[in-house]
């Protein structure tokens, strides 16, 4: 049988940082709710309250500002990471520009880096996000690291890695929808390879609707971690019809099931190959093999 192409399903964590509270809305919130702090303390006419409103006052604008240079930041390396996508010599310039930073490593251009990696090294790539010190970066942005670090060791089968990585990551910390939808991903598949397919079930069943368009990505990756939950739950018939939907958009797609280089267990490459052998094209490479057999051996 001729063998599919494996499905990239890699998606881009620098995508799913944002700064929710930098948008219009969230400026909005934090006004309103500031200036009825200062209402109510003024109206009680007392120093103390007054002197505590300020304090939350100079602290709260102080975390907008880091924020609002963080956002910064991510707006600058994403634009080195668009100009990167031109061609493989882009690539590797703006690779340059990534390492060429002095002073101690920063934790958004270590995980672009480890982004353009990923294309041509992907050990390299591990061994750039290994190097980031997850103490040390902000709380939500550590777990979009643990997220991609986990997702790599997935593709590369280190599953008890993944899986302990997996249990750290906090959905709470996830700074927009794709965000949580990546997260939700990535936790489910290492759980469903883990010993943990049941909960892995119950988490995929909080995804809802498809991917914001352009971040198709995504869902992707919550079908490759449907159809481990369902393997692995022993629900064969359910992880039959996950492995036919991801036929029907893109027969390479069962690639990351039916290739035995993919790791995946034996029983579950059987299934993919099955499902498979029901692809208009795989029937026609089929009967094309066939009769190029019966020639020769005339």
């Not at 352009?214 to 939950?229: I, K, P, Y």
Request: proline residues 4%; aromatic residues 6%.
């Amino acid at each position: 049988m001729t063998e599919p192409k494996t499905a990239d399903s890699t998606a881009n964590p620098l995508d799913m940082i944002q700064s929710p509270l930098l948008n219009r809305n969230g400026l909005l919130t934090f006004a309103g709710v500031d200036a009825v702090l200062w209402v109510a303390a003024l109206m009680t006419g007392s120093k103390i309250a007054i002197g505590i409103v300020a304090v939350l006052t100079i602290a709260a604008i102080g975390g907008l500002i880091y924020v609002w240079r963080m956002a910064k930041k991510q707006r600058k390396v994403m634009a080195l990471l668009q100009g990167a996508q031109a061609s493989p010599q882009a690539r590797q310039a703006a690779m340059d520009q990534l390492q060429a930073q002095g002073g101690k490593p920063d934790v958004l251009n270590q995980l672009a880096l480890a982004q353009l990696q990923a294309q041509d090294d992907p050990n390299k790539a591990l061994q750039t996000l290994e190097a980031i010190d997850l103490a040390k970066a902000p709380e939500a942005v550590a777990d979009e690291v643990r997220t991609f670090r986990a997702q790599m060791y997935l593709f590369k089968n280190r599953i008890l890695e993944a899986r302990d990585l997996a249990d750290q990551i906090k959905l709470s910390n996830a700074s927009s929808g794709q965000s949580k939808r990546m997260m939700t991903a990535v936790i489910a598949e290492a759980w469903a390879r883990s010993g943990k397919a049941p909960a892995a079930l119950d988490l995929l069943t909080t995804v809802e609707g498809p991917s914001e368009a352009g971040q198709e990505q995504l869902d992707l990756m919550v079908s490759f971690a449907r159809v481990f939950a369902t393997f692995h739950g022993g629900k064969r018939e359910r992880c039959r019809k996950e492995l036919e939907g991801l036929m029907r958009q893109n027969m390479n797609y069962l690639g990351r099931f039916a290739m035995p280089a993919q790791g995946a267990p034996f029983e579950l490459q059987k299934l993919a190959q099955e499902v498979l052998k029901q692809h208009p094209d795989m029937r026609k490479m089929q009967r094309a093999q066939q009769q190029q057999a019966f020639r020769k051996v005339r």
